[in-house]
């Protein structure tokens, strides 16, 4: 099947989503990713893997030329991994799949200087195992302003290197600390697509996220999919917009 092309993309929630991505099919969305290397099949969309940790690399699935590293490995309440243990297991697993033509985006950091920090030691501990392969930075941010959320982009990349494109595999407009007014969420999503979609350094991008039940502390504000299992108002600003 022939994939299609674009920038924008959906993180899917692998794990009880009774929903289907099926209704991201016709528009914009061009690819999806779920945290996982299982594959979720949806139409013509390309299926992005994930090494979620150190658990599950060998279960890289056949066909896939692109792999998303470890979530959020800096956070206690995700895969929570140091940066030598992440390189080490980067330079024996992963870094040989390059060989075999497939892109690797790095770790995808919390979008803090305590996960720029730690993906600058896990650079430098990859140079002192010769420099395995990282063919682009794999980003999470959340907050608001889409100015801030570009200049974070752009430190990023102006810290490791302008040799690397960015992905932004969750983003969305919230503090953490309780709902935003849907209009602030709904201006701000059609700002930062535009504004992403313009950036040519900006390979791909995922909106977070795709589904009815956001965590609270996010809220369903930035969700894509309503409660009936349709796209949300959002939801089709995002895959038509």
């Not at 390979?203 to 999919?225: C, H, Q, T």
Request: net charge negative; charged share 25%.
């Amino acid at each position: 099947m022939r994939h299609k092309t674009g920038k924008r993309g959906i993180a899917w929630a692998l794990q009880d989503n009774s929903d289907s991505p099926d209704i991201f099919l016709n528009g914009k969305i061009s690819w999806l990713y779920n945290w996982s290397p299982k594959k979720t099949d949806a139409g013509n969309l390309e299926f992005v893997p994930t090494f979620w940790n150190g658990k599950d690399v060998g279960q890289f699935p056949e066909g896939a030329k692109v792999l998303l590293g470890f979530n959020e490995p800096d956070h206690d309440g995700q895969a929570t991994m140091s940066p030598v243990d992440a390189a080490k297991i980067w330079k024996e697993h992963i870094a040989p799949l390059a060989n075999k033509g497939v892109r690797l985006g790095s770790p995808s950091v919390t979008g803090s200087d305590q996960g720029l920090n730690w993906l600058a030691s896990f650079f430098e501990e990859l140079n002192k195992l010769g420099d395995p392969k990282v063919d682009f930075l794999n980003l999470h941010w959340y907050g608001k302003g889409v100015d801030n959320f570009i200049a974070y982009l752009e430190k990023a990349r102006a810290r490791f290197g302008s040799k690397h494109s960015v992905w932004v595999t969750e983003f969305a407009c919230t503090t953490f600390s309780g709902s935003t007014p849907q209009e602030e969420v709904d201006e701000f999503l059609t700002q930062s697509i535009q504004k992403l979609d313009s950036i040519d350094w900006v390979e791909r991008y995922a909106w977070f996220g795709a589904m009815k039940n956001l965590p609270d502390n996010v809220g369903n504000e930035n969700s894509l999919i309503g409660q009936d299992g349709q796209l949300s108002e959002l939801g089709k600003k995002y895959v038509h917009g």
